[in-house]
């Protein structure tokens, strides 16, 4: 992997409670996005980084809000966990240097009760 | 807006025999197409992608794919399917030009490799 780490790995939560990933990278990539990845869906966008404090939205952002104070952090926080929120949510990294080519994260398997 | 769609969510094949994954795109102008390889529990890894020049890419582990326009797919295939070749397999697509991350996925086709 390239220097993308997710934490944590595995989280179960319940309904209503706040939930924040993290998503911290050694690359130095400009760009970082969230996506989750769900049975017959593929991987959808939730949110999008170019650059510290420069966010947008992606496909599926509702209920989902970012923050990248710094480079290296990306995180994903769902205010008001739902149980529609269950899924695996995957980090992703690219940079003009590499073009064209994203590099993902591990992914966070998220379960909410 | 742009879409993908591959057919069949699940593929089975003997080891030795062809791989072929299917996609097609929708898109107004020829995107960057990209397909990635999922192994259980674990992140995609890209297998190869589709920028400009030549329409056969090769990739990695023996896999290639071809960008026909006319037809709007970009189909990967293997000659030679091996068990560890058992995994699920994305094709996605980007705008052209953007910085390489914000993709469009397919739904994903599991390969099964059976010996």
């Known amino acids: 992997d390239a220097g993308i780490t997710q934490s944590p790995r ?20 400009r760009y970082m996005y969230w996506y989750r990845q769900d049975p017959g869906h593929g991987l959808r966008l939730i949110h999008y980084s170019y650059g510290v404090k420069d966010t947008d939205k992606g496909e599926v952002s509702d209920g989902y809000s970012v923050s990248r104070s710094k480079t290296e952090d990306f995180l994903l926080t769902l205010e008001s966990a739902t ?17 064209n080519e994203a590099f993902f994260g591990q992914g966070t398997r998220l379960t909410v009760v | 807006a742009q879409s ?20 097609n795109y929708s898109s107004s102008v020829p995107p960057y197409l990209f397909w990635y390889v999922q192994y ?6 890209l297998l190869l992608k589709y920028t400009t020049g030549a329409t056969l ?56 490799v059976k010996p």
């Open chain 2, 40 to 45: 259980p529990n674990q992140g995609l890894q």
């Open chain 1, 10 to 29: 595995h989280k179960v939560t319940e309904t209503g409670t706040p939930v924040t990933l993290r998503c911290h990278q050694t690359e130095n990539h």
């Open chain 2, 4 to 23: 993908v769609t591959q057919l069949g969510s699940h593929v089975s094949v003997s080891e030795g025999a062809l791989v072929l994954l299917r996609c």
């Open chain 1, 83 to 99: 149980s529609s929120q269950t899924s695996v949510y995957f980090c992703a990294i690219s940079d003009l240097r590499e073009v």
């Open chain 2, 57 to 112: 890419v090769k990739g990695i582990n023996g896999f290639e794919a071809e960008f026909k326009k006319s037809e709007t797919s970009f189909h990967l295939t293997k000659p030679s399917a091996h068990m560890s070749d058992a995994a699920e397999y994305f094709c996605a697509v980007s705008d052209r030009g953007n910085q390489g991350g914000k993709l469009i996925f397919g739904q994903g086709t599991e390969l099964s």
